[in-house]
Nanobody, 123 residues
Framework: QVQLVESGGGLVQAGGSLRLSCTAS????????MGWFRQAPGKEREFVAT????????YYGGSVKGRSTISRDKFKNAAYLQMNSLKPEDTAVYYC????????????????WGQGTQVTVSS
């Protein structure tokens, strides 16, 4: 099955941008919907974005809608989260997740998770 590894996190000033990457291993990557979630210390894991296996369907959480774009590249077996106009409240560990096969917005529907990548937005 698919295994996931996130990268691209780091420290950025408020108003800046980051592009997170999720590299997937597995020969059935296109059969999995992908999701991005984030979790700040002491808070629940929050839905950020999801994309269907074909890339034709996307949904975004209200906290990032209009500032983020989820995408995927079947030839690289990768999913991405482009984040713009970052705010200090975006600071969190960002996780990539996968599920077979339909998009979902809750953590309980995802069985495959990456290790997370830290995003810190300074004032």
């Amino acid at each position: 099955q698919v295994q996931l590894v996130e990268s691209g996190g780091g420290l950025v000033q408020a108003g800046g941008s980051l592009r997170l990457s999720c590299t997937a291993s597995g020969r059935t990557f296109s059969s999995y919907a992908m999701g991005w979630f984030r979790q700040a210390p002491g808070k629940e894991r929050e839905f950020v974005a999801t994309i269907s296996g074909s890339g034709g369907t996307t949904y975004y959480g209200g906290s990032v809608k209009g500032r983020s774009t989820i995408s995927r590249d079947k030839f690289k077996n990768a999913a991405y989260l482009q984040m713009n106009s970052l705010k200090p409240e975006d600071t969190a560990v960002y996780y990539c997740a996968a599920r077979y096969t339909a998009v979902a917005i809750t953590t309980a529907h995802y069985d495959l998770w990456g290790q997370g990548t830290q995003v810190t937005v300074s004032s």
